[in-house]
């Protein structure tokens, strides 16, 4: 949180975890990824930028290997969290048509 959005950790992620229980019903500490994906039916694009210190990109990696149906992922060098489009924006919408055709258009 401190260095992806200038917010200290403390209470930042505490009001997070607050706000998910409030909207989502269910703690971050509940969250669980990995099993998510291994129960997913639908293709999945994974998108993660190299510089994410708040999520790191080796979180991406291990989804993406947890992931047991159709799955692309892209490693957007450079961009950090959140920000793999402004990073290389060419790279990261033709990615997301290429992978979206066929799927949900044409």
Known sequence: MEESFRLPSFPGMNLLDWRCEKRAGFSLHEAAPAEAVRRARV???FIHGTKDTLVPPVMAEELYAACTTE??????????????????????????REFLKGKVYG
């Open 43 to 45: 293709p999945i694009l």
């Open 71 to 96: 799955k692309k992922l892209l490693l957007v060098e450079g961009a950090i969290h959140s920000a793999a489009s402004q990073q290389d924006h060419e790279l990261y919408y033709r990615t997301v």
